[in-house]
């Protein structure tokens, strides 16, 4: 078949091929062959029925049928043939199909642009890791120590600071009450900040059965708008108190701490200080491949097809929406997904045009980064990392999981994610890199 490419510009390109009219006439034939199998003529046995017949009660229908699915197959034909990286469906701008004649097709296609990557090893990074100090050390032993802190019950004193409150209660603005404004065997921790700040304080003192009237006044930007600005009044029963108690920071702490192997407090301090220095280490290099990223985009800058500008201002005005109601309160998930519910207008083009081309630019260029350094996830790659994040979460069943994963973009988005990562770090080793340990409160300063 002859394809013709034409450039629109960097980011359309236009079709142009032939079918030949015996191609179509051969389709047309197999179309009333399997019709003829299929369809009951009155007087004509089944598979019997003449084509002439066949084409005087089928014939427009079928020519329409036959001529699009050839040029659908023959457009998405030439899209491989020509290796063009497509973005969406191409949209058909002019179909030439006269009788007994070749039939000429032209269409138009939005793709990826071609990205020629500037040489960008004389990039100089300098990666800067915070000093791992005493009290880090300490903060981190410190909450070592209080998750594995034992709770018991206390009786014979009123509720403090920091305890563990069991209560039930009711709330009214005015008279009345409203959703979600009670409940009972409701867990507390007193002055922990869980709560409003009068309610959250107004619980120390009480004693176990005792009954307390608290009038709250409730900020102004509350999610729950039908209380927001309001008084409320609150009446609390105090159930039952409890207390953590903190185990002695030694030798036998250390050795009892779970699924590790510290022989000491010693051991285990210079532990801790080698898990908080390679976390450090880690986190500075993920900065320096953001830093990189941005480096190597800013270097190539590159065309974006208005189609995928759409999509992604689309996908983080839907990003926008869910944090807003996760932040109101209001999140949910009912198993579907809110993906596209999202209507694109003017307004959200012009809010979220420049970032979403920022986003996208990095993102081709870094594409072309990995095809160029012949980088791939493989499938073993991407299996380790599912069975990894899948024993954080608690473990499950690893093929079901990427099933799951597979239909909702999950395992899509990881995949990319660890190409990324996979891309930089290839990028990252033909750079100059230096590393310098620098005090937290400085690294801060800078940001």
């Not at 990286?85 to 990826?112: F, K, Q, Y």
């Not at 867990?187 to 009954?211: H, N, S, V």
């Not at 270097?299 to 109601?325: D, S």
Request: hydrophobic content about 35%; charged content about 35%.
């Amino acid at each position: 078949m002859k394809i013709e490419i034409a450039d629109v510009d960097s980011c359309n390109k236009k079709i142009k091929f032939e079918i030949p009219h015996q191609e179509y006439d051969k389709k047309i034939k197999q179309y009333y062959q399997r019709l003829g199998q299929q369809v009951k003529v009155p007087g004509f046995r089944k598979g019997k029925v003449p084509i002439a017949i066949l084409e005087k009660q089928f014939g427009p229908d079928v020519k329409k049928e036959v001529l699009s699915n050839l040029i659908s197959d023959q457009l998405n034909n030439a899209i491989v043939e020509k290796d063009l990286r497509a973005v969406g469906e191409p949209h058909l701008l002019e179909v030439n199909a006269e009788e007994g004649t070749d039939i000429t097709v032209s269409a138009s296609i939005e793709v990826l642009p071609t990205v020629e990557l500037q040489d960008y090893s004389g990039i100089k990074l300098t990666v800067k890791t915070p000093r791992v100090t005493d009290e880090d050390i300490d903060r981190t032993m410190a909450a070592i120590r209080q998750r594995a802190a034992k709770t018991v019950t206390v009786t014979d004193r009123p509720a403090q600071d920091k305890d563990l409150l069991k209560i039930d209660f009711t709330s009214k603005v005015g008279d009345q009450p409203f959703a979600d404004g009670s409940a009972r065997d409701q867990i507390i921790r007193a002055g922990a900040g869980q709560l409003i700040e009068g309610l959250d304080k107004g619980m120390i003192g009480m004693k176990i059965g005792e009954t307390r009237n608290l009038r709250v006044p409730m900020p102004a930007d509350y999610h729950n708008k039908e209380i927001a600005g309001k008084d409320v009044d609150f009446q609390i029963t105090l159930k039952g108190i409890q207390e953590q108690k903190l185990a002695d920071l030694d030798d036998e702490f250390a050795r009892g701490v779970a699924d590790k192997n510290y022989e000491s407090l010693d051991d285990m301090k210079q532990n801790v200080r080698s898990e908080l220095e390679d976390f450090e280490r880690k986190e500075a290099r993920k900065a320096a491949k953001k830093t990189l990223a941005e480096k190597i985009t800013a270097m190539n800058q590159v065309n974006v097809p208005e189609g995928l500008i759409k999509n992604q201002v689309k996908f983080m005005a839907e990003q926008a929406r869910k944090k807003q109601e996760h932040e109101d309160g209001h999140a949910h998930d009912d198993g579907h997904g809110h993906d596209g519910d999202v209507e694109m207008t003017p307004e959200l083009l012009k809010q979220y045009r420049e970032p979403a081309i920022k986003a996208l630019q990095e993102e081709l260029i870094l594409d072309q980064l990995a095809r160029e350094l012949k980088l791939e996830v493989t499938e073993e790659e991407l299996e380790r990392e599912v069975k990894n994040m899948l024993q954080l979460l608690g473990g499950g069943n690893l093929q079901q999981i990427k099933q799951e994963w597979a239909k909702n973009g999950i395992l899509a988005r990881l995949h990319n994610r660890m190409k990324r990562d996979k891309t930089l770090d290839a990028a990252l080793a033909k750079v100059t890199v230096k590393e310098e340990k620098v005090d937290r409160k400085d690294l801060i300063a800078d940001n």
